[in-house]
């Protein structure tokens, strides 16, 4: 009996709990949709904290920004090639000069002259190829006929011996020369024997003579002066002064200098004689092996030369004057370049910074300083940075002088290594180029450059503010405005891919369409008490 009443007890309770399990069941689903109803409404619903903005097609570009210095493109110290005088200086500190135009001028009459000498050179050096080319002329090739036979009589004459002609000249010339030895001797004698006794009488009996005859005349004066008479006396007078002289000459001995020039005839008359015994001597004795070595020699190379013309200029011998003639040529042109060194030329247009030299100094280094008109900014760019650039990437400058003004141009150049650390900062050099510049730049200017590492043109954009980074998961958001509930923005977030990015904008390459809403700042989702009917209020057992 006990066992059937369980049995119907719980078959009571079974019938019981039926309904019950439905209908708890049923409020937990309910419950349960109704908590992922509000779920789903509180991930899209947010309170608008900031802005919204629509995404958009437009031009993007990044850049990297560095400051320099402005420097010119080119800079020359000119130097003088060769040293010389400054003969004229054409410009001055500050001129402006076009490319090729005169700036110094050196001396160049040497240099002229040089030039001239170079160029008769060659003249002369084209005459003897020609005339090597186009053989001997007849005339050259007589006289070289005409040396042989000179050469060859020469040599015949020494190997046969003096002739019986020669001896003969010879033997006379030799009593020539002893003629002139003694006649020099006798006139040394009469002239060391001129004063003897009888000498001295005959011209003391002249002086007598011309003693009575200048008496006589001067008493016919002294009676009868006339003309006559006058000049009769004078010519008396000037007889016994003669005389008288004679007497007295003869009286001192003979004259030192007349013995002296008659015995120096006698040395030279002795001088000649022995020559001429020796030149005897000689064409008896005959020609010595020497000389017949050299007649021989010369006999040799008229014959040589006489072949040479015949025989006409050798391959060889027009190549050698070719090679001498390239070689004046070349002469010339060193001269030529040196006459055109002494004149100073700008390698370009610029503007002069200094002249070292004045008119009239000699000069042998430097002269003149020179810079070009065109400029050039010259960067410092971080290490950081410098990846990212390349050559002829555009860049944008602006310079504190003119802050409302702009130059645009290109990267030309990058240096390969830094110019060194300060502060722990590697800087490396980057040199810019301008597409135009109107403004009066100068060389120092300091130069700020915006440079543009990368450009994008028709690409969908959204604010900066409106993208955000998991950086542990490395992925980008954007809150997408899907609609608007009690005036607030309903948002979704989005998962997007990003491309370029600047200080204002960043690319969306997926995850928006141009048009599309973005919340820009931060939002908050709202909160609230929510408990399923029958749960939390004390209600049921």
């Known amino acids: ?23 708890v069941g049923l409020l937990i689903v309910s419950g349960f949709l109704f908590i992922q109803s509000k779920s789903s409404q509180v991930a899209a619903v947010a309170v608008q904290t900031g802005d919204t903005a629509a995404a958009f097609i437009g031009d993007l570009s990044a850049s990297a920004t560095a400051s320099g210095q402005m420097e010119a493109v080119q800079s020359a110290i000119l130097s003088v090639e060769q040293p010389g005088t400054v003969a004229a200086i054409l410009v001055a500190e500050g001129s402006t000069v076009a490319a090729g135009e005169p ?25 003897e190829l020609k005339a090597l080319r186009n053989g001997a002329s007849t005339t050259d090739i007589v006289a070289a006929e005409a ?15 003096p002739t019986d002609e020669e001896i003969a000249e010879y033997q006379a010339n030799i009593h020539q020369q002893q003629a002139s030895i003694w006649s020099a001797s006798a006139a040394y004698n009469s002239t060391a024997d001129a004063v003897k006794e009888s000498s001295i009488a005959s011209a003391e009996a002249d002086l007598i003579e011309a003693q009575i005859a200048y008496d006589e005349a001067k008493d016919r004066n002294d009676d009868f002066a006339i003309s006559f008479t006058h000049e009769a006396m004078i010519d008396a007078e000037e007889d016994l002064e003669i005389a008288q002289a004679k007497v007295d000459e003869l009286k001192e001995g003979p004259n030192q200098g007349s013995l002296n020039s008659a015995s120096a005839n006698i040395t030279a008359a002795q001088a000649n004689l022995n020559e001429a015994q020796a030149n005897y001597n000689e064409l008896l004795a005959g020609a010595t092996a020497a000389e017949i070595s050299a007649a021989e020699s010369t006999l040799a190379s008229a014959l040589s030369n006489l072949a040479d013309l015949q025989e006409g200029a050798s391959a060889q011998d027009i190549a050698v004057a070719e090679a001498e003639l390239e070689q004046a040529r070349i002469d010339l042109l060193s001269a030529q370049e040196e006459l055109a060194n002494a004149v100073i030329v700008a390698p370009f247009a610029g503007l002069v910074t200094d002249v070292l030299v004045s008119v009239g100094e000699r000069a042998t280094g430097a002269v003149v300083e020179l810079v070009s008109s065109e400029m050039e900014a010259v960067l410092q760019v971080d290490e950081l940075d410098i990846g990212s650039l390349n050559i002829g990437q555009p860049a944008i400058v602006t310079f504190e002088a003119w802050p409302d003004a702009a130059l645009s141009g290109q990267i030309h150049a990058i240096a390969p290594s830094s110019g060194g650390a300060d502060d722990s900062i590697v800087n490396y050099d980057v040199v810019i180029r301008f597409d135009s510049a109107d403004l009066p730049i100068l060389v120092g200017m300091t130069a700020d450059a915006q440079l543009i590492t990368e450009e994008k043109k028709g690409v969908l954009l959204v604010p900066n503010a409106a993208v955000t980074a998991d950086r542990q998961a490395g992925t980008y958001s954007v809150n997408l405005v899907i609609g608007e509930e009690n005036g607030q923005p309903i948002v979704e977030n989005r998962e997007v891919t990003i491309g370029l990015k600047d200080e204002d904008f960043t690319e969306i390459m997926s995850g928006l369409s ?28």
């Open 1 to 23: 009996m006990e066992a059937s009443i369980n049995t119907t007890t719980t078959r009571r309770r079974t019938r019981y709990w039926i309904p019950a399990i439905v209908v």
């Open 103 to 127: 700036l110094l001028q050196l001396d160049q009459r040497d240099l002229a002259l040089q030039v001239d000498r170079m160029q008769q050179n060659v003249t002369l050096k084209e005459a």
């Open 147 to 161: 040396a042989v036979q000179s050469a060859r009589a020469t040599l015949d004459d020494l190997l046969a011996g």
């Open 514 to 541: 141009a048009g599309d809403t973005v919340q820009i700042g931060k939002i908050s989702a709202p909160t609230a008490n929510f408990s399923p009917p029958g749960f939390g209020n004390g209600g049921g057992e």
